[in-house]
């Protein structure tokens, strides 16, 4: 069974998880990761990039799921998602609604990458959460709109 976090400790981590993608310094990035995520934890991308899955598919593999598991390999996925959308100054990233409390202690949640200039939606995604007794993600599934 999952820790299930109380409301204010689900807005600290939310609140952090978003600011890690939008965080341009990092050092303070790293120690957001941290904060957030367990020390094992994980992501899954379920629905990968169209391109991906095109090579995939080319290869004759199943679409595959991307996962990432630890602080580092969330360090370099957060910092490269940085780099592409958020550094150029385009885009931010931002939580769409409030978090959904689901079954057995998990929490979704939708979130939007704006364009900075016009204020449109350039992506968006779906996340479920999962979380350990220090109230960091344990498991996160994501996917992208």
Excluded: C
């Excluded at 385009?90 to 959904?100: K, R």
Aim: proline residues 4%.
């Amino acid at each position: 069974m999952s820790y299930e976090p109380t409301d204010f400790e689900l807005k600290q981590l939310l609140d952090l998880y978003l600011a890690q993608w939008n965080e341009g310094d990092a050092e303070r990035r790293s120690d957001m990761i941290r904060q957030v995520w367990a020390v094992d934890g994980l992501q899954v991308l379920v629905n990968p990039p169209q391109e991906i899955r095109e090579t995939a598919a080319h290869h004759g593999i199943a679409s595959p799921l991307l996962e990432v598991r630890g602080h580092d390999a969330f360090d370099a996925r957060v910092r490269r998602a940085y780099e592409l959308f958020v550094a150029p100054g385009q885009y931010t990233f931002e939580l769409n609604g409030g978090p959904v409390r689901q079954a057995g202690a998990a929490v979704s949640f939708s979130w939007v990458m704006r364009d900075r200039a016009d204020g449109s939606v350039a992506g968006a995604g779906f996340d479920v959460l999962t979380f350990d007794a220090d109230a960091r993600i344990r498991t996160d599934h994501q996917f992208v709109a």
